[in-house]
């Protein structure tokens, strides 16, 4: 268990490029999450999937943003036309019944990817 | 909706102990967590709630009262390592994620 990593862990863009963001959960895991942070803040839940279904998406910031989730295994995050206000620590996360609480809310987050959009 | 609050930061001693309060408004209720972060790292989970009563792991506990939608978290013996933020988080239903709060940062000091 190597634990949930994210790639890449930083992102420099310019205003109005399209980026994508991967994330490979536990490889046991069934759920996915992606969460936003900036600075000061929690982090803010945006989507998540069990297994390849995406059953939670009205939380996406807005149409430029979007997730994928194909085979039930790693995920990608897409922010199409990046604005400066897109700049934040974006996080992954998985869950699983099986872990030692029990619950889905026992989440293990990966390092995240820093995003600045100048 | 979903909110929650939490005091923004904390100071305490080394040895000493802290407890970090969380109060919380949600339309839907499937327990309150507790995340640790240290500056640049991610989250930890620390501890899960769903009912009533006092979870104790280590020399970290947490409190839930699901009537008075509040709840805390207890840290023992404090050493320097836990200067971090703490998060309480709420499930407000199984098809939501997690709604954080902004964070409580813990400051030990000698």
């Known amino acids: 268990d190597t634990g949930v990593s994210q790639d890449p862990r930083h992102k420099i863009t310019k205003r109005g490029q399209n980026v994508t963001f991967r994330c490979d959960p536990i490889s046991e895991h069934n759920r996915l999450y992606w969460y936003r942070q900036t600075l000061g803040q929690g982090p803010e839940f945006l989507t998540y999937?069990?297994?390849?279904?995406?059953?939670?998406k009205s939380r996406l910031l807005s149409d430029r943003f979007s997730a994928e989730r194909p085979k039930g295994s790693f995920s990608t995050l897409e922010i199409q036309r990046t604005e400066q206000g897109d700049s934040a620590m974006y996080l992954c996360?998985?869950?699983?019944?099986?872990?030692?609480?029990?619950?889905?809310?026992?989440?293990?987050f990966g390092p995240g990817t820093r995003l600045t959009v100048l | 909706g979903q909110s929650l609050e939490q005091p923004s930061e904390v100071t305490a001693v080394e040895g000493a102990i802290v407890q970090i309060n969380c109060t919380y408004q949600?339309?839907?209720?499937?327990?309150l967590s507790w995340y640790q972060q240290h500056d640049g790292g991610a989250p930890t989970f620390l501890s899960y709630n769903a009912l009533d009563g006092l979870e104790e792991t280590g020399r970290f506990s947490s409190f839930l009262s699901r009537s008075d939608s509040y709840g805390y978290l207890l840290l023992q013996e404090l050493q320097m390592k836990d200067s971090a933020s703490y998060f309480c988080?709420?499930?407000?239903?199984?098809?939501?994620?997690?709604?954080f709060g902004k964070g409580t940062h813990l400051i030990i000091q000698p």
């Open positions: 988080a709420v499930n407000g239903g199984g098809a939501d994620g997690l709604t």
């Open positions: 999937f069990q297994n390849e279904a995406q059953l939670e």
């Open positions: 949600t339309s839907g209720f499937y327990g």
């Open positions: 996360a998985s869950s699983s019944q099986r872990a030692p609480s029990g619950s889905y809310n026992e989440q293990f």
